[in-house]
């Protein structure tokens, strides 16, 4: 409610807007309240919210790539029923500039950075590097003249200010550790929440991820660095949210932390002996 506005200005530049929440087999009833909100947003026309419930907790990399999955989905669902259709109006049932905006549920990335982030997603997918992949789309029969097919990432970028020095250290630590374990994955703030990609780039680097908890940021980071997918950081504006935190003492920080760097060695590991591979 408190976007209202914003999303419905947003709507006038786009030709649809869906807003899907993962529930990551939580008891509080996520789903019923997303329900309640998706009726007082009905008069607004080409917005469609919905909630995606998981029958237990599998963490965080697992939601999302379920969320994923299912626009994958509604995206096969409108190609098929655009045919017989000439392009032009292909291009309006499925959307010529499709993109998937990864967010945290508790509201701490700010909305209002998603109009800059799409600029630069823009400026990523329509001057491509020469070694981008070009893939023929899996998710939807694309317009050639558009570039929106070519897979692309931009990533938030939370900074340091209003932390904690506990938090501070902990945070550089771990980016420190990223990039000596990981070489340079082309950002700094691997963690955080607020991402935005071409439907393409969500379907590449969300297949059958093995990282399924709070490190699969890095592991989606380290397909793209291997598929040379583009990649840009951006500074976004970000409020950290009381009580929705996985670690609130230094000590249970540090717990996660180590069990984190644990699991991004283990995936190099395996992405360098070959047992794990993208599909």
């Given at each position: 409610?408190?976007?209202?506005?914003?999303?419905?200005?947003?709507?006038?530049?786009?030709?649809?807007?869906?807003?899907?929440?993962?529930?990551?087999?939580?008891?509080?009833?996520?789903?019923?309240?997303?329900?309640?909100?998706?009726?007082?947003?009905?008069?607004?026309?080409?917005?469609?919210?919905?909630?995606?419930?998981?029958?237990?907790?599998?963490?965080?990399?697992?939601?999302?790539?379920?969320?994923?999955?299912?626009?994958?989905?509604?995206?096969?669902?409108?190609?098929?029923?655009?045919?017989?259709?000439?392009?032009?109006?292909?291009?309006?049932?499925?959307?010529?500039?499709?993109?998937?905006?990864?967010?945290?549920?508790?509201?701490?990335?700010?909305?209002?950075?998603?109009?800059?982030?799409?600029?630069e997603l823009w400026r990523l997918v329509s001057h491509p590097p020469p070694n981008t992949p070009i893939p023929s789309s899996r998710v939807y029969q694309h317009n050639s003249s558009?570039?929106?097919?070519?897979?692309?990432?931009?990533?938030?970028?939370?900074?340091?200010?209003?932390?904690?020095?506990?938090?501070?250290?902990?945070?550089?630590?771990?980016?420190?550790?990223?990039?000596?374990?990981?070489?340079?994955?082309?950002?700094?703030?691997?963690?955080?929440?607020?991402?935005?990609?071409?439907?393409?780039?969500?379907?590449?680097?969300?297949?059958?991820?093995?990282?399924?908890?709070?490190?699969?940021?890095?592991?989606?980071?380290?397909?793209?660095?291997?598929?040379?997918?583009?990649?840009?950081?951006?500074?976004?504006?970000?409020?950290?949210?009381?009580?929705?935190?996985?670690?609130?003492?230094?000590?249970?920080?540090?717990?996660?932390?180590?069990?984190?760097?644990?699991?991004?060695?283990?995936?190099?590991?395996?992405?360098?002996?070959?047992?794990?591979?993208?599909?």
């Amino acid at each position: 409610q408190k976007h209202r506005k914003l999303l419905v200005q947003q709507l006038h530049q786009c030709s649809n807007f869906d807003i899907l929440v993962v529930d990551d087999g939580s008891t509080d009833r996520t789903c019923a309240v997303v329900q309640n909100i998706a009726k007082s947003f009905e008069s607004v026309e080409y917005l469609h919210i919905s909630c995606l419930s998981l029958p237990r907790n599998e963490g965080k990399g697992a939601a999302i790539t379920k969320g994923v999955e299912e626009v994958q989905k509604r995206q096969q669902m409108i190609r098929r029923s655009s045919k017989g259709c000439d392009q032009e109006q292909r291009n309006n049932q499925i959307g010529s500039g499709s993109v998937i905006l990864v967010a945290d549920a508790d509201g701490s990335g700010d909305i209002e950075s998603l109009e800059e982030m799409m600029r630069e997603l823009w400026r990523l997918v329509s001057h491509p590097p020469p070694n981008t992949p070009i893939p023929s789309s899996r998710v939807y029969q694309h317009n050639s003249s558009s570039p929106w097919h070519i897979p692309a990432m931009v990533v938030g970028e939370r900074g340091l200010k209003g932390l904690s020095l506990s938090r501070s250290i902990t945070r550089w630590g771990f980016r420190t550790a990223v990039k000596l374990i990981c070489g340079g994955l082309r950002v700094n703030d691997t963690q955080c929440g607020f991402k935005l990609m071409t439907v393409e780039a969500g379907t590449i680097l969300y297949s059958n991820l093995n990282l399924r908890r709070w490190t699969n940021d890095v592991e989606i980071l380290y397909r793209a660095k291997l598929l040379h997918i583009p990649v840009a950081e951006m500074t976004i504006g970000w409020q950290d949210k009381e009580g929705s935190k996985l670690a609130t003492s230094i000590w249970e920080i540090m717990q996660i932390s180590l069990v984190m760097l644990f699991e991004i060695i283990y995936m190099k590991v395996q992405y360098f002996i070959g047992r794990w591979t993208i599909s």
